[in-house]
């Protein structure tokens, strides 16, 4: 599976940025569709995930400032963040999968993309 990620930029605290993601290849008529961001010298972390149905999951640092949603005609993912601030300032990655039998399938990862909040 291929996922590619746009979106990314510099803004000042408080400001908005969206990030699209769109997938391509094997199971993302069924796909998880997630994003997850690393800081320097920290872990991955999950951000937001959608479902096709549409059921979303949030990170709980994000949570009434971020909004994923998917367009499944398109196969694109979206996340609209607001309200940033400096300790968003990651790399954020856009990730495909789906679950088959308790496994992880057609795990996509994309290149990542830059988020940098100034104060």
């Known amino acids: 599976v291929e996922v590619v990620e746009s979106g990314g930029g510099t803004v000042q605290a408080g400001g908005s940025l969206r990030l699209s993601c769109s997938a391509s290849?094997?199971?993302?008529?069924?796909?998880?569709m997630a994003w997850y961001r690393q800081a320097p010298g920290k872990q991955r972390e999950l951000v937001a995930d959608i479902v096709r149905s549409g059921r979303t999951e949030y990170g709980d640092s994000v949570k009434g400032r971020f909004t994923i949603s998917r367009d499944n005609a398109k196969n694109e993912v979206y996340l609209q963040m607001n309200s940033l601030q400096p300790e968003d300032t990651a790399t954020y990655y856009c990730?495909?999968?789906?679950?088959?039998?308790?496994?992880?399938?057609?795990?996509?990862w994309g290149q990542g993309t830059q988020v940098t909040v100034s104060s």
């Open positions: 290849g094997s199971g993302i008529e069924r796909n998880v």
């Open positions: 990730r495909s999968y789906y679950i088959l039998r308790g496994s992880v399938q057609s795990n996509g």
